[in-house]
Each structure stands twice: as C-alpha cells, then as structure tokens.
C-alpha cells in the first residue's frame, strides 16, 4: 500500500522534466456544455491611470456558443454564437459584430470556447499553439494566424495547472494588456486592484497541496 | 470573236485590280465593335444614359467571377491567389473578392473624417457628448470588442471613423465565408473584376479573360476547380466567338452547296469559276466603300453585308443562263441590261433607305450593299461577257427534272388570286394575336438562357447593383447635384423601410457637398476649447491626463482641411466608387442612384413620378425598347419612301402601267404573305425581318423582271425560266441553312428570306410572265 502512494506520489516528478502533449493537455481540460465559471478580467493600458476592472460570469454553452456576462460595476452581456458576436449593454442597442471582419475580436473568447470545447482543429485554425511548462503548471501560448499588417492581438497566454486553467493573458499590440481570471483563483483577487506582474504571479501560483 | 489572249489579259488585269484593291482594304479598314453604332442617336436624357451605360458604363465593365468545384478552405486560398496573381494587371481597374482592400478609408482620407462623417450633426461635440462617448470607450475597453478600440481610442474618442465606415457599407453584403465573398452554400467563390476595356469591345475583353484564366490556372494548381465568368464583356466576347464561328461553318457549308448546285446546272468549269468574280468584285468594293465614306466598319456590317450581296451571284447565273451558242456574249449582256439593270437599281433604291436612316450601323450596310451590288451589274454587264466563250450549250433546251417541269408549267391563274392572297394576309396580320414587333433587344442575345439565369444568381449573390432600374439626378453641376440627392436620401430610406428596395448608393453618401462639408469645419472647437472639454469630460474617469492629446491634433488638422470635391478624391479609395456613381458632361453633371433588390417596380415608379423635377427613373429595358420603336418607325417611313420610288422607277423603265404592275404584284403580296407568316407563327418581327425582307424584295422584283422580260421565243423564256429556277434555288440553298441556325439574329433573316424567295418565285411565276405569250401544254 505505501509503496502504490510512493509510486503515485513519484509519478508526475517523471514527467515534470518535459511539456504537456498538446492532445493530453486539451483532454483534461476539455469540459461538457454548459458550464458557468465566474471571472475578473482586468485591462492595463497607458491610456489608462488605473486598470479598469470587470467581473461576471463566463458561461459556456457549446464550442462555438459561448457567454460573458458582466455584473459589477455594470451590466452587459457579450455572447459569441458562431462567427457573430452579439454585444447587448443596459439601455442600448443590441451590437453585432461578425468575426470575420473584426479578427481582434477572436481573442480570448475564441480560445477559451475552444479549450473548453477540446476543439484542436478550431483553435489551431486561428492560433499556433505550443505548450510549455509542465503537467502541473503549464501554459499554452497562442499566437494569431493571419498577416502581420493588421494584426492587433500579439499573443494570448493560458496559464493553469493540470486539468484547471486559471488565466487568460492577452498581449495587444498597442502594448495593452487584459487578464482574464476564471475559476477558484476569481477569490484569490484582492479587493483592490493589483497591478500586472503581482496579477500575473498571482495565476501562476502553484495550488495549496 | 475576243481571241484567246486578250480574254486571259483581261482576266488577269480583272484580278490585279481585285487584288490591289484587296490589299488596300486590307491597309486601311478598321473594324469596330462597339454596339452603339446599331443605336439611332439618343434623343432624351435615359436614351442617352443608356448608351453611355451599354458602352462605357462601370455597369458594363463589370465581371462577375465564380470559383467551385473544390472545398470551401482550397476554393478560398485559390481566390486569394487570384487577386494577388492580378494586382497591378494592366487589363483590370478592380478585382475584389471581399477581402478588406486596408479598408475604404486610407491615411490619405483619414483626416476627412470630421467633413465627410455626419456624427456631430446630430450630436455636437461638447462635454456631456464627450463625457458620454469617454464612458461608453470605458466599456469598450472591457469588453472583448478592446483590441479593436484600442488603438484609435486616443485619436478619435467618439469613434467617427468607424460611423464612416459602417456608414460606407455596401447596401447589400454578399455572404462571406473565411472573410471572403462565398455563395450561401459556400460552394463558390465569388469575385468581381472590373475591366479598363469596355463591355463591348470583344476584342480587348478578350485579353481581359486570357488574362484573367492564365492568372486562374496559375492560381489552382492542380486542383480541380473551375472558374466562371459572367457580365458583359464575357458576353460580348462569347456572342463574337460564337457568331463567328457559326457564320463560318454555315457560310463554307453554303459555298460547297453553291458550287454543286452551278455544276448541276451548267455542266462546264467556266460558269462555276467566272460567277465568282463578279462577286468577289461586290465584296471587295463595298468594303473599299465603307472604308472610304466611315471611319470603321462595325463587324456586324460584315457580316450581314456578306449576306446581302450574295444576291450579286445571281447576275452571272442570268447571263450564264441565257447565253447559247447564237448569241455572242456581249449581245448576251446588252440584251439582258435593261432588265438586269432596272433589278438592281430597284434594290439599291430599298438599300439606300438605311443609307438615311440615321443610323451608323445601317448607313453602313445601305453603303457596302449599293456599291456592292452596283459593281457586280457593272461587272456582269462589261466584263464578264469579254471572258465568257460562246458556249455549245442552250440551256433553255435543255430538259428540266420532271417534277421541276410539272411545277412550273404555266398554269390559268383566277383574277381573284392576288386580292384573295392580299385580303388574307392584312386579316392574319391584324387578327392574330401576339405582338407584331420584337422590342426587346434582348430577344436577339444569341445566350442561352441557362448563362443569363446564372448571372443574376451570380448578381444577387453579390449584391450587385440591379440592371434595369437606376435613378438619376441630373443638375447644372456636381455640387447641386450632391444636394439634390441630399434632399431626396430620407424619401429613398422611406422607400427602403417599405421594401420596395433592398438599398440604395450614390456619390453624396461617400461625398457631402461642399457646403456640408464647411459647416461641418466650422462647428469643430479649437484646440484650446477641445482641451477645456476633454479635461471636463474626463474627469474622474480612469482615463490619463493628456491621453487624447492625438484627438485635438486631427480635430485640429480638419479645421484648415480644404473641403473634398469630387476632383480631389484621384488617387483615392474613393475614387472608383464616387466615379461610377457620377458623370460630368460640359453643362451638367448626373448623379446615378443605384438600386440594390427592386422588389416593387410599380412602387418604385409611383416614387419617380412623385417626384418627376427631381430625379428619373431610368428603365434600361424601357428606354432600348423605347429606342427600338422609335429607330424601327423612322426606318419603315424610309422604307415607305424607298417602295413609292421603286414604283415610279419600274413604271417609267418599262414604260407601261400594265407591266409595271405584273412585276410589283409578287413582291408586294409575298411582303404581306411573309409579315403574315411570321406574325402566325408567332415570332415578332424586329430589325433583322426587316433587313432580310427588303432582301426578298428585291429577289423578288429581279425574278419578277425577268419573268416579264421573256419575249415570244419559247426558247428565251426557257433560258428564263433555267435561270431564274437556278437563281432561286442557290439563295434558297444559302438562307434555309442560316434558318437552320442556332444564332437568333441570322435564324431571323434566314427564316425570312427562305419563305420570301419561295412566294416570291411562285407568284412571280404566276403572275408576272407576261399573259400574251403564255406557253401552253
């Protein structure tokens, strides 16, 4: 019996030394609609005193339906649904975008559908994708598809560990920055507003054993 | 006696002559293809639209390009490849398959946004817009819609830019698939070209394609994907090639069968080698003709020419046919002039009635048919007859087929004939129904229908502009026009709400009047007062101090830009789409308001008419057919003219009335037999019946002529009768084959002259030969 323990104990040492499978790695992240997941996300941005700060509810509904909904400080429901983009805030018009056409708009939405959805094909279609880290703290880096001239996402970052990611990490080419918190560490977000990098430290904490 | 040497001097002269004139035509005629010049000039201002439309128009130049027979992923990428292999193409102004072209707005008009965009009409720029734009940026920025926010932001807070842009939306967008133009069912690739050539210049729509296909194939690789090109200039190319082609193997199928039928008749080389000279003489004058008197000969003069003239081969079949071993030739020749020639000045008669009709096309075919016609008498008359050889035959003498004879033995022919024949034909004429006329110019299109279905697919799946109706605002210039379509834009939204349309697009969309334009400058705040607001709206926002520093600088910018008109925009995005929309004539400048998915013709009409001082409502089928009534009146009244010469022409060269009427009476009744005939059988006569009928006139009058003609001698009359039967047949031969033709235009005027020669020679036959001499038995 002890020595099953110490062998399941020793197990993810071995294979700390080398990166996730990309296939392994979607596996266990892949979840079944719907789910709902609570988020932060929080923007940086030098036009921008302070970092401007939204939280809600991320819920996920199938591979390519997906809804983010903000409930402080304000409310506004954004849904992707296929290729269009619905953007529906208190007393206005409804907005709709087509993907398409706004490609900036496959941002972190995009990838986190795709993740969830397990979908390598749809997420490899928009984003080159490679994997660092390891089982236990890894990070997948997606970097956008298409011409160079006008594209305005340089990078999106997931951060997690084994089957939970935690963040989402977008790097603009303006030089903004926006972190999407999902999960348990939404809690671990102090009150007041940290800034980048102790965010960033933050969702790449390793978990409590 | 012509000895032999001087026959051969005067046949190789003959063919020097031929063939110096041959090589000058060759040097100096050139050969146009616009369609314009088959238009009587344009008398209203749609008749004029519609011309410069058919010829010049963007509408015109427009191809619509369909990729299938792959996946949608490979049919993209080869699109792509498409419009990157052809960038920069010499042959094309535009190849677009939806990709975004680095958007309408490049850096050059960026600065124009404050003029052209109407954002602060409604809403001035003053602090509780600004502070309600800044809040609004606030949750852009949250939203996922930020990077796309992000980097304008500090540049233009109220996002006027993208107002512009959406406000420059196609009316209607084609569906996209992978960011570019698709078919609903994503089973094609659309594209649109757009040519530097004219629709109808086949010729140089021609390289356009080659261009266009070589670029395709490059494109493809090995896949095995098709493309499809539609519009007009693909058709007009397809129209050439096909009526080329065809008029080629009907025209060798009809020359093999002419030289058979010359063997059968004759039985000697000489008719058959000689009757070609004088035609081949017709040929080659009227072109020299028409290359002197016009600029260029329009290929469709050609080719209906070359129809018309092969009357000309009926000139030597007459004096071949009459010539017998008593009878020198020359006598032969002089003996048959008088009759001979009042044949074919009665024919040039009818041909010079399209000499003043008032249209190019036709004045040209009046010109090539008279001096054509003209030199192949002349030919026959002096020339042919110094080559000819006495001959040891007498055709005349010669026993006809059985059944040949037995049709056309003299038969008693009842007084009440021809007023019976006349009576019924008016009857069926004005009886039966179904229109008389064909108006449609379209009815004429040699396409087969499947092609045309398939370009309005292809347009509406494009969203391209329909291409029938159009409005158009005319003023005495551009400025007035712009405001003019200013005013009419929320009745035209009105009529959009109400389905009537699916959209709309002018040049005042993408370009205010200058006036619009100042107003706008004028209410932009100075850079102090931009500040002042800014600090207001922004404070307590999360916004930094000075972050929309960029913002006051292009307000700032805007505020000494010198107001766009349409001269300025070269160079620009905007310049083809404002372009296609506008035209500036000396005194006047029209704006065209294209229309996206009419629905509701009536309503749109009931629209224009409402507001009859403000715009037209061009109908491109309304106005050809428009045209076509007034060019088919103007010329049946030359027509009318030409017939009452005719009359007095034969009363006075036959010097009696009696005669003069035994010889009109066929061709009068086969005219009224065949209008009747086709009105029967259902087909509306257009321009090429008309053509063709004064053709079967004039057939008729020469078989009528010669008929007449023939004197006591039985022998005479059955050289007559050798050639005229031999005359009747050969053009039979020629135009039954044309009637066989796939091509609508020359099925018209083979249908036409093959039932006009046949009544021609029937009641010719019957009531022509003079009643004195009729044989018996």
Not at chain 1, 15 to 30: G, H, K, N
Not at chain 2, 252 to 266: D, E, G, Q, R
């Amino acid at each position: 019996m002890a020595l099953i323990m110490a062998c399941a104990s020793l197990a993810p040492l071995a294979v700390w030394a080398a990166a996730p499978e990309l296939d392994v790695l979607l596996a266990s992240l892949r979840r079944e609609a719907p789910q709902d997941s609570r988020f932060i996300e929080v923007r940086y941005s030098k036009l921008l005193r302070e970092p401007l700060r939204v939280a809600g509810t991320l819920k996920f509904l199938a591979v390519d339906r997906l809804q983010r909904q903000i409930d402080t400080p304000y409310r506004e429901t954004t849904r992707i649904e296929g290729e269009t983009v619905y953007l529906q805030r208190e007393g206005e018009q409804e907005r709709r975008f087509a993907l398409r056409r706004a490609p900036e708009l496959r941002g972190v939405l995009s990838s986190f559908g795709a993740i969830l959805g397990g979908d390598r094909t749809t997420l490899e279609r928009s984003f080159a994708v490679t994997v660092d880290g390891s089982d236990a703290a890894w990070q997948l880096t997606l970097t956008p598809r298409g011409t160079a001239r006008n594209r305005r996402i340089e990078s999106i970052r997931v951060i997690g560990h084994r089957d939970q990611p935690h963040c989402f990490v977008m790097r603009e080419s303006a030089g903004a920055h926006s972190v999407l918190v999902v999960g348990e560490r939404v809690d671990m977000v102090p009150v007041t507003t940290p800034d980048r990098d102790a965010l960033l430290a933050l969702c790449a904490r390793h978990p409590a054993p | 006696m012509n000895s032999r040497l001087p026959r051969w001097t005067i046949a190789l002269l003959w063919l020097a002559c031929l063939a110096a004139l041959g090589t000058w035509v060759a040097a100096t005629l050139r050969i146009g293809t616009d369609l314009r010049l088959f238009m009587p000039a344009a008398q209203t201002a749609s008749e004029r639209l519609l011309l410069d439309e058919l010829g010049e128009g963007p509408g015109s130049r427009l191809l619509l390009l369909a990729i299938e027979g792959d996946h949608s992923d490979a049919l993209a990428q080869t699109s792509r490849a498409l419009v990157e292999a052809l960038a920069g193409d010499p042959h094309f102004r535009l190849l677009g398959n939806g990709e975004d072209p680095a958007s309408a707005i490049d850096e050059s008009l960026l600065p124009y946004r404050y003029l052209l965009g109407s954002g602060f009409d409604r809403q001035p720029l003053d602090a509780a817009s600004l502070r309600a734009a800044l809040d609004a940026r606030l949750r852009d920025l949250a939203s996922p819609a930020a990077a796309l926010v992000e980097p304008w932001l500090a540049r233009d807070p109220s996002l006027e830019l993208l107002r512009l842009v959406e406000a420059w939306q196609p009316a209607r967008e084609p569906h996209r698939y992978d960011d570019l133009w698709f078919s609903p069912d994503q089973n094609r690739a659309l594209l649109v070209a757009e040519t530097v050539a004219p629709g109808f210049d086949p010729d140089r729509q021609r390289s356009a394609l080659d261009a266009l296909e070589r670029a395709f194939d490059s494109a493809r690789g090995e896949r095995p994907q098709r493309l499809s090109i539609s519009g007009p200039g693909a058709f007009s190319v397809l129209i050439k090639e096909r009526t080329a082609g065809e008029a080629t193997t009907l025209g060798l199928a009809a020359s093999a069968a002419m030289l058979l039928l010359l063997i059968v008749a004759y039985r000697h080389w000489q008719p058959v080698v000689l009757s070609a000279l004088p035609l081949l003489s017709a040929g080659l004058a009227g072109l020299a003709a028409v290359g002197a008197l016009f600029d260029s000969v329009h290929g469709i003069t050609l080719a209906f020419g070359f129809t018309l003239i092969g009357v000309a081969q009926d000139y030597p079949i007459h004096l071949f046919s009459h010539q017998h071993p008593r009878i020198a030739p020359r006598a032969n020749a002089r003996a048959l002039w008088p009759t001979l020639a009042t044949g074919v000045v009665s024919t040039c008669i009818a041909y010079a009635a399209f000499l003043v009709s008032g249209v190019t096309g036709l004045a040209q075919l009046g010109c090539f048919t008279i001096a054509g016609l003209a030199v192949a008498a002349l030919s026959t008359r002096f020339l042919l007859p110094r080559l000819m050889s006495a001959g040891s035959r007498d055709h005349g003498a010669r026993a006809m087929p059985g059944w040949l004879a037995a049709a056309v033995a003299p038969r008693q022919v009842s007084r009440l004939l021809a007023p019976a024949i006349a009576a019924l034909g008016v009857a069926v004429v004005v009886f039966a129904p179904g229109p008389l006329w064909e108006n449609n110019l379209g009815a004429l299109s040699p396409l087969p229908p499947q092609l045309l279905a398939r370009d309005i697919e292809l347009r509406g799946q494009l969203g391209a502009p329909d291409v029938r109706y159009l409005l158009v605002v005319e003023a005495p210039n551009v400025q007035d026009m712009l405001e003019a379509q200013l005013r009419i834009e929320p009745a035209l939204q009105e009529l959009q709400a109400s389905g009537a349309i699916g959209g709309f697009d002018f040049a005042a969309r993408y370009l205010p009047p200058i006036r619009v334009q100042l107003a706008r400058q004028a209410a932009l705040p100075d850079a102090a007062t931009l500040r002042a607001l800014l600090a207001d709206a922004s404070a307590g926002s999360p916004f930094a101090a000075g972050a929309f520093e960029p913002f006051v600088l292009d307000i700032e910018r805007a505020r000494h830009l010198q107001p766009l008109d349409h001269t300025a925009l070269a160079g620009t995005p905007l310049e083809l789409r404002v372009g296609s929309l506008l035209a500036t004539r000396a005194d006047s400048a029209i704006g065209l308001i294209a229309l996206v998915g009419v629905s509701d013709p009536q309503a749109l009409a009931a629209f224009a008419e409402r507001r009859a001082g403000q715009l037209v409502l061009l109908d491109m089928k309304g106005a050809s057919e428009q045209l076509i009534v007034r060019y088919r009146e103007r010329i049946l009244v030359c027509l009318a003219i030409a017939a009452l010469l005719l009359v007095v022409l034969v009363r006075l060269a036959l010097g009696s009335s009696a005669r003069a009427w035994r010889v009109l009476l066929p061709m009068g009744l086969s005219t009224i037999i065949v209008v009747a005939l086709l009105h029967a059988l259902g087909i509306p006569m257009s321009l090429f019946h008309l053509i063709a009928l004064v053709l079967a006139a004039g057939l008729g009058l020469d078989y009528a002529l010669f008929f007449e003609r023939a004197d006591d001698d039985p022998a005479e009359q059955a050289r007559t009768l050798h050639a005229v039967v031999v005359c009747a047949i050969s053009t039979l031969l020629v135009f039954a084959l044309l009637a066989s033709s796939s091509l609508p235009v020359l099925r018209a005027i083979g249908l036409t002259v093959t039932l006009g020669v046949v009544s021609n020679f029937v009641l010719a036959l019957m009531l022509s030969r003079n009643p004195g001499t009729r044989m018996h038995g």
